[in-house]
Nanobody
Framework: QVQLEESGGGLVQAGGSLRLSCAAS????????MGWFRQAPGKEREFVAA????????YYADSVKGRFTISRDRGGNTLSLQMDNLSPDDTAVYYC???????????????????WGQGTQVTVSS
């Protein structure tokens, strides 16, 4: 089992920045990839960014590319998401997720991530 706990959400004005963190514990050797997903009110949960833990390769949704940066601290088993130039469209609950090795084509697929955190709210005011 892997436990994930997010932190760092909050309220920010448009154009501002926030940094989310996700602390992983438990059988951390059992996951191969970690990612961030988000769910806005009335919308389905969607992929934001992912990282292959060992290689450090990163993947982003087109909507956040160039504004968000996913990174890891391998020693501390911590995943981060630096979010810059935020807009009201980024308002959502952000979830950290982890999963085992899978096809690269599935890196953005929620069902490939069996472990999830509780989520942290990010609100961007206009």
């Amino acid at each position: 089992q892997v436990q994930l706990e997010e932190s760092g959400g909050g309220l920010v004005q448009a154009g501002g920045s926030l940094r989310l963190s996700c602390a992983a514990s438990g059988q951390t050797s059992s996951y191969y990839k970690m990612g961030w997903f988000r769910q806005a009110p009335g919308k389905e949960r969607e992929f934001v960014a992912a990282l292959r833990w060992r290689e450090g390769h990163t993947y982003y949704a087109d909507s956040v590319k160039g504004r968000f940066t996913i990174s890891r601290d391998r020693g501390g088993n911590t995943l981060s998401l630096q979010m810059d130039n935020l807009s009201p469209d980024d308002t959502a609950v952000y979830y950290c997720a982890a999963g085992p090795r899978s096809a690269l084509s599935a890196i953005r697929t929620m069902s490939m991530y069996p472990y999830w955190g509780q989520g942290t709210q990010v609100t961007v005011s206009s």
